[in-house]
């Protein structure tokens, strides 16, 4: 079995991820193949962490544009990405994965609180850990929340999943023939282009605290496996210079 090149990864997966295709919350199909990609990781002995949107069930900022309050939006936000983990930890463990959903915010019937020590314990037992309710805290990303926890659990990388998008382009390719790929980006040049890699905030934590983004299509079968096992998918996101394909 090939050596792995990440032994301790974070893969953010935004709501809309468990969509899929259908007009429901949660595709049970695309739920069980997030598990198994998860489960190739843990073949290889790679400390799994996982950190999940909520857009799925609950969008906030279009409540917000409603006039709803935005703290309060937030915090519905943070419940949505509870249920998310709960049905992700279920799909894992109904495959043999031991997992551990913990939250930002007390919900002690359901799952653990977050506690930085003892989530690194669980990985250092095997467990897969999922992250939930971001950082606990109104006003701030599920992104950033990947970033907070990532450094945290001393991450080596953060596997960001884009659906239906293979890495990082100059312009949208759906709308400009011309746009190209990068294969490699700096931190400081993603920030000026202003492109799509995480909210600002998260990006920048990740530039100040050295931690690498992997942007990747996580619905091409392999994908996850083949980056932790080092090979070149996706853009890569640090701080050296940037390359084009």
């Avoid at 949660?26 to 950190?51: C, F, G």
């Avoid at 759906?174 to 995480?198: C, N, Q, W």
Wanted: hydrophobic residues 45%.
């Amino acid at each position: 079995m090939a050596e792995p090149r990440y032994r301790r990864v974070l893969l953010k997966l935004s709501g809309e991820a468990l969509a899929g295709d259908r007009e429901q919350a949660i595709d049970a199909t695309v739920l069980d193949y997030y598990a198994s990609e998860i489960a190739t990781l843990r073949a290889h002995h790679v400390d799994v962490a996982v950190v999940l949107g909520g857009g799925n069930i609950w969008r906030g900022s279009r409540a917000i544009e409603r006039g709803m309050d935005a703290a309060q939006s937030h915090y519905m936000g943070m419940l949505a990405t509870i249920i998310n983990a709960l049905a992700l930890q279920d799909a894992l463990e109904r495959i043999g994965i031991h997992t551990r959903t913990m939250t930002a915010i007390q919900m002690n019937e359901v799952a653990e609180p977050y506690i930085r020590r003892r989530a690194t314990r669980h990985l250092e037992k095997g467990r897969v850990i999922v992250l939930a309710a971001g950082t606990g805290n109104p006003y701030f990303t599920t992104d950033s929340a990947a970033a907070l926890r990532a450094a945290e659990i001393h991450a080596e990388v953060i596997l960001m999943a884009k659906n239906g998008v293979d890495g990082i382009y100059s312009a949208d390719p759906r709308r400009h023939a011309d746009a190209t790929r990068f294969d490699r980006i700096s931190y400081m040049d993603a920030l000026s282009r202003g492109l799509t890699v995480m909210d600002s905030t998260a990006l920048t934590f990740c530039m100040d605290n050295h931690i690498p983004i992997i942007v990747f299509d996580p619905m091409r079968p392999g994908n996850i496996e083949r980056i932790v096992l080092g090979e070149p998918v996706g853009t890569l996101v640090d701080g050296s210079g940037s390359r084009q394909e």
